[in-house]
């Protein structure tokens, strides 16, 4: 399947998460354009984004607090396109990321590993303007983000397979190109069934270079 035709069936599917956005979110914007530009980016796009510093995730398994990081993320087959059409007026795309060098940092000293140290997670990616601001939520293409598989934990309760869920939102920084994702950003996201936080920065380009703004 041509990958065209792949955008357009998320962006189909993206509707139906447009329609569960928010009541306080706008019905039209953020789009994505080329930093400084005044005129929106029209037509299919290829994005890239590639994690900068360190990203965490931080939850509750068998109540314990336990904290996952990773040193590295990008994007693969990332697309997107600016939707003016009335009624329908968001950045709308798919990305497909990885995490790498994926560590259970909290509980330490407990052994635990995440699985080949690899996070996958496959999103829709919908533009939001909540209370005035500009958001860029993740949510799943279908049931769960992700499943992290976390093992050698001496607390049994730690090991196995467990599911991150819900959406992840990022605040667009225009002037370092990134999206910021922090414990006020609005994220909605759980992590084995418990209340998670996502903290991360990620910066947003062309494919093949070009700042973004979403604006």
Same mark, same amino acid.
């Given at each position: 399947?041509?990958?065209?035709?792949?955008?357009g069936l998320g962006l189909l599917a993206l509707l139906a998460v447009g329609a569960m956005a928010?009541?306080?979110a706008s019905a039209s914007?953020?789009?994505?354009?080329? *930093?400084?530009s005044s005129e929106p980016l029209m037509g299919a796009l290829e994005l890239t984004a590639t994690q900068s510093g360190t990203s965490e995730l931080k939850g509750v398994i068998a109540g314990t607090a336990i904290t996952i990081q990773c040193e590295e993320g990008h994007s693969e087959e990332t697309h997107g396109e600016n939707v003016l059409t009335t009624g329908i007026e968001h950045f709308l795309g798919l990305t497909f990321f990885h995490f790498l060098k994926c560590t259970v940092t909290k509980p330490a000293g407990k052994g635990c590993l995440v699985e080949?140290?690899?996070?996958?997670v496959h999103s829709h990616i919908l533009g939001l303007i909540i209370g005035g601001v500009p958001r860029i939520r993740f949510a799943p293409l279908a049931g769960n983000? *992700?499943?992290?598989?976390?093992?050698?934990?001496?607390?049994? *309760?730690l090991n196995g397979s467990f599911p991150v869920a819900g959406f992840a939102q990022a605040i667009p920084n225009n002037t370092s190109s990134k999206l910021e994702f922090t414990e006020g950003s609005g994220s909605g996201l759980e992590f084995a069934g418990n209340a998670a936080t996502f903290i991360a920065n990620f910066a947003v380009e062309m494919?093949?270079?070009?700042?973004l703004e979403f604006k």
């Open positions: 399947m041509s990958r065209l035709k792949m955008l928010s009541a306080s914007g953020p789009y994505v354009y080329t *930093a400084g080949n140290g690899l996070v996958r983000f *992700a499943n992290i598989n976390i093992d050698g934990c001496s607390n049994s *309760a494919t093949g270079g070009g700042a």
